[in-house]
């Protein structure tokens, strides 16, 4: 272990001494070490009065020894600033965490994407999602997501099932999982499908002030963010806008007019965010050029007969109740119940719940 690792480490978790803190107080006694032994009437010229007096109770009842055993134990990884396993991106932005904790590993690809969105995601919401997360897979991309419940967890979940890599940022510590129907999900990705990781100190709940902080990792991690479905006031426009304010690409998908969850990527879009269709779209604005892995529109799904053509001429443009399949393809209603349920067995379609039905593109 480095000889300032541990100081490092405790600086970070002092609270009041954020990213931009930190760096001064770095800049201004050289080491970690420096800063954490300090005398007070020092640090009292070097602190705001409230941030001197928090941190002068921290130092006095933080074991460091204590703490870095716990760490060790849970099987979590320190990753800091300095370091040469630190990510690429995440560097680059104004207010790097300066640690970061990990449960599995890192992915070293630096193509890598966000993709967020509401926590109570419709059928529509489901479709994208899974559509552009796949092809982003297929093209070789890392899916940043914030293991939340809706479009989060759903992105990790279909990375995981198109045997991908995805990084999971939490607003808490990693052994504190939220929510925590997501903890099986969590340990699945940490097992083999990248990591989940955060800057906030081991023990620490998931507490709404620490989802900004959070989001700006997940933007921050990444070439540009990708919002499938939000309403206005969804966190994922926070996301968004840190994307925005790092320099990085911010990308939204249309949807129905009549859905609330269409109002966020709206919004975006008529401030200049990319409007998205499939993943070509990404790519084209990223400047990559290897649209030959994708699957997407260049998959097209042909009927091995007439009427299966039919009817998935009717699921070009999204989902359909079976009762309009029947009306518009004007086959018996039995007919058309048989030729879905042998469609989904062939893999041509996907049921979506309460006789809705999509390609499976």
Known sequence: MKPDLP???????????????????LSHFKTAEAVWKAPEKILEKALTPSVFKQFIEFRKRFDIERYLDKISKLNIKVITLPDESYPKLLKEIPDPPPVLYAKGELPTETRSIAVVGTRKMTSYGREVTEILVRDLVAAGFTIISGLARGVDSYSHRVTIGNGGQTIA?????????????????????ADGYGAVISEFPVGMQSIPGNFPARNRIISGLSLGVLVTEAGEDSGSLITAGCAGEQGREVFAVPGPIYSSYSKGPAELIKQGAKLVMNVGDILEELNISDQGSVIGDQQEIKGDSEEEQVILDLLRNGPVHIDEIARASKL??????????????KGKIKPLGSGTYFLNR
Do not use: T, W
């Open 332 to 345: 018996p209603a039995a007919k058309v119940g048989s030729l879905l349920s042998l469609m989904e067995i």
């Open 7 to 25: 100081y490092y480490i405790a600086l970070a978790a002092a609270p009041g001494i954020g990213p931009v803190r930190f760096k001064l107080l």
């Open 169 to 189: 940022v939490l607003g808490g510590g990693v052994d504190v999982i939220y929510p925590p129907e997501n903890a099986a999900l969590a340990v699945e990705i």
